[in-house]
């Protein structure tokens, strides 16, 4: 069974960083393309990133807001994926979801975490 | 980047009839290798969304058959047969063709 665990959620000032995690189970985690979508509090989804396997080259897409701030990488050894934030503002509060692409784009999410950027 | 429009945002619907979300890209979905990377999720109240429908028309594995997707190019169409009432929720296309990746703005099914 595939299972997506999000860890690392929580409060932070404006300007902050976090860290987020995402353990996965129940697939070839170095075989898969990963995402992270975030939803902000009573909003839609919105697609923050992504990265490729490493057999297809590992590169990364964000998207514009999050440019330059937050970085995608992954740890195939602990079938581990993350996501740093930097530069936090009150508009990256939202639940961050993390992703499997399975015959296409967002094939399996986690629960999701939680990021609360507030004075 | 393309905008994908969803109608109606908001669906009343009694249980038992069909019903029907539009959504529409801002250009054409149809990717290098021949394939068009529009899927429909499904977003259940406290709940984390759920992929339904994979390159237009494909259903996941355990979405009821009640569930269908169709269409072409930059108009598609995401169909419930006869709504239950666990069908309840946010429903959103998005399109994995074109970086950035892009949702439409959801459509909240209710029951009547």
């Known amino acids: 069974e595939v299972q997506l665990v999000e860890s690392g959620g929580g409060l932070v000032k404006p300007g902050g960083s976090l860290r987020l995690s995402c353990a996965a189970s129940?697939?070839?985690?170095?075989?898969?393309?990963m995402s992270w979508v975030r939803q902000a509090p009573g909003k839609g989804l919105e697609w923050v990133g992504h990265i490729k396997s490493k057999t297809d080259g590992g590169t990364t897409e964000y998207a514009a807001p999050v440019k330059g701030r937050f970085t995608i990488s992954r740890d195939d050894s602990k079938d581990t994926l993350h996501l740093q934030m930097n530069s936090l503002t009150s508009d990256d509060t939202a639940v961050y979801y993390c992703c499997r692409g399975y015959t296409g784009p967002l094939a399996y999410w986690g629960q999701g975490t939680l990021v609360t950027v507030s004075s | 980047d393309v905008v994908m429009t969803q109608s109606p945002l908001s669906l009343p619907v009694t249980l038992g009839q069909p019903a029907s979300i539009s959504c529409r890209s801002s250009q054409s979905l149809v990717f290098s290798d021949g394939y068009t990377y529009l899927n429909w999720f499904q977003q259940r109240p406290g709940q984390s969304p759920r992929r339904l429908i994979h390159k237009v028309s494909n259903r996941d594995s355990g979405v009821p058959d009640r569930f269908s997707g169709s269409g072409s190019g930059t108009d598609f169409t995401l169909k419930i047969s006869r709504v239950e009432a666990e069908d309840v929720g946010v429903y959103y296309c998005?399109?994995?063709?074109?970086?950035?990746?892009?949702f439409g703005q959801g459509t909240k099914v209710e029951i009547k």
């Open positions: 998005m399109q994995g063709t074109h970086w950035p990746w892009t």
């Open positions: 129940g697939f070839t985690f170095s075989n898969a393309w």
